[in-house]
């Protein structure tokens, strides 16, 4: 009889009142669920909820135990009303405190920016016994604790700290990667990257744009869990590159 393999899986929690509002249209779900499968996971369900300490709590106590991970979107920030550490440290029954180590991330962020105040130092508050997820965007890092990932509520900072996980968690099929370097600017091969990654499905490509010798170019890092879709989904940008009048470098520059 054949083994029926597990299927592992992810639930989100999109905390925000202005999302409830419509004031703001939610970009995470689907970016995490785009990043999840090339993971080899799934994700199979997603609340949002205001910023309501309660709420947080018993949405983040419901998911956490039926799947392999819980993902959790805003609410991390400097202000009063961002409470998820709060919430999810009460759902858990543990004490918040100044992570160390995030400190010393903010404090270097903000050495040239006006330096650490009450209000930033606030993002250096995690559950006690939480680990970091980097955040190479605004210096604030995101928080690991057991199967929880707290991240933040701006797309493109939850982009990066889930760049900064790929990889990292257990499950599905080993996750595969091809580097493609170009001596091109990213936005001259925009569309291109985003119509093969749209034609590849579980493939990922994620763009690496750098200036050096005086120009521009970025290495483009394919991902996947299925060699075939991958070589294919390499195959097809390294054509389109070739179309696009762009030499191309397999392994990256």
């Known amino acids: 009889m054949k083994e029926t393999q597990r299927i592992w899986t992810a639930a989100a929690v999109i905390i925000g009142d202005e999302i409830l509002s419509g004031r703001t249209h939610d970009k995470n779900i689907a970016q995490i669920a785009t990043w999840l499968q090339v993971q080899g996971i799934r994700l199979t369900e997603v609340r949002v909820v205001a910023d309501d300490m309660t709420a947080i709590a018993e949405a983040v106590n419901a998911l956490r135990v039926k799947h392999d991970y819980l993902f959790t979107t805003g609410g991390i920030g400097p202000t009063h009303d961002d409470i998820t550490v709060d919430a999810i440290a009460a759902a858990l029954g543990i004490e918040v405190v100044i992570h160390p180590e995030a400190r010393a991330m903010l404090e270097d962020y903000y050495t040239t920016r006006g330096g650490l105040n009450e209000g930033r130092l606030r993002m250096a508050r995690a559950p006690a016994g939480a680990d970091l997820i980097p955040n190479h965007y605004s210096g604030a890092p995101g928080i690991k604790l057991g199967n929880i990932y707290m991240m933040a509520g701006v797309p493109h900072i939850t982009a990066g700290m889930l760049d900064g996980l790929t990889g990292t968690l257990e499950g599905g099929a080993p996750l595969l990667s091809e580097v493609i370097g170009s001596w091109v600017p990213e936005s001259e091969v925009a569309v291109l990257l985003r119509d093969v990654e749209q034609a590849h499905e579980g493939c990922q490509i ?23 879709a991958l070589k294919s989904c390499v195959d097809t940008l390294c054509e389109g590159l070739g179309e696009l009048g762009w030499d191309f470098t397999p392994g990256g520059i």
């Open 206 to 228: 994620g763009s690496y744009p750098f200036f050096r010798e005086g120009k521009s170019g970025a290495n483009f890092v394919i991902r996947s869990t299925d060699p075939d």
